[in-house]
T-cell receptor, first 110, second 117 residues
Framework: AQRVTQPEKLLSVFKGAPVELKCNYS??????LFWYVQYSRQRLQLLLR??SRESIKGFTADLNKGETSFHLKKPFAQEEDSAMYYC????????????FGAGTRLFVKA | GAVVSQHPSWVICKSGTSVKIECRSL??????MFWYRQFPKQSLMLMAT?????????EQGVEKDKFLINHASLTLSTLTVTSAHPEDSSFYIC?????????????FGEGSRLTVL
């Protein structure tokens, strides 16, 4: 079954601490993996995708096919990182529907 | 960048009336759009996939006669909540995929908050 699992509903860290939001997926094939972010009172937006292998706002995510994981990491969390983060999977080549994880709410404390 | 516009941003209606929400891709063509419900502090719940020029595909448990979806052009999909009831009150979000891009990236609307009295 195709599935995206984000085991943590809420993650609370202090400013300046490292943060890792976990994401595991189940998919038979080669999917595209994404992280989307929703800041308070804003629309969902793309944070990063695995094919770009880029760092956005200090966040990185590496696709580990062996562990079927796509964890989101940032070495030093900032208060403005507080938001809802969704890991998502899309079939390769822009195929059919995207599968979202349940989301992790990140709260960065001062 | 690609922009998706949703309208209205919020709407209040009486029980039993119908409400239409529009989702437009402003600078790209979208053969596929998606409609979601989002409950407070919860994840997105995919309701249906809107396909340009054909019938929408509904997720299990979503009443197609209750939530009418029309995708008549490559830039517009509409969701009509028919005979709305208070339990239909929710935040509805649409997303669109750029038909010209070989990627599964989604672009989201700002959402529409529906309150049924």
């Amino acid at each position: 079954a195709q599935r995206v699992t984000q085991p943590e509903k809420l993650l609370s860290v202090f400013k300046g601490a490292p943060v890792e939001l976990k994401c595991n997926y189940s998919y038979s094939g080669s999917p595209e993996l994404f992280w989307y972010v929703q800041y308070s009172r804003q629309r969902l937006q793309l944070l990063l995708r695995h094919i770009s292998r880029e760092s956005i706002k200090g966040f990185t995510a590496d696709l580990n096919k062996g562990e079927t994981s796509f964890h989101l990491k940032k070495p030093f969390a900032q208060e403005e990182d507080s938001a809802m983060y969704y890991c998502a999977l899309s079939p390769a080549s822009g195929g059919f529907k995207t599968i979202f994880g349940a989301g992790t709410r990140l709260f960065v404390k001062a | 960048g690609a922009v998706v516009s949703q309208h209205p941003s919020w709407v209040i209606c009486k029980s039993g009336t119908s409400v239409k929400i529009e989702c437009r891709s402003l600078d790209f063509q979208a053969t596929t759009m998606f409609w979601y419900r989002q409950f407070p502090k919860q994840s997105l719940m995919l309701m249906a996939t809107s396909n340009e020029g054909s019938k929408a595909t509904y997720e299990q448990g979503v009443e197609k006669d209750k939530f009418l979806i029309n995708h008549a052009s490559l830039t517009l999909s509409t969701l009509t909540v028919t005979s709305a009831h208070p339990e239909d009150s929710s935040f509805y979000i649409c997303s669109a995929r750029n038909a010209g891009a070989m990627t599964g990236e989604l672009f989201f609307g700002e959402g529409s908050r529906l309150t049924v009295l």
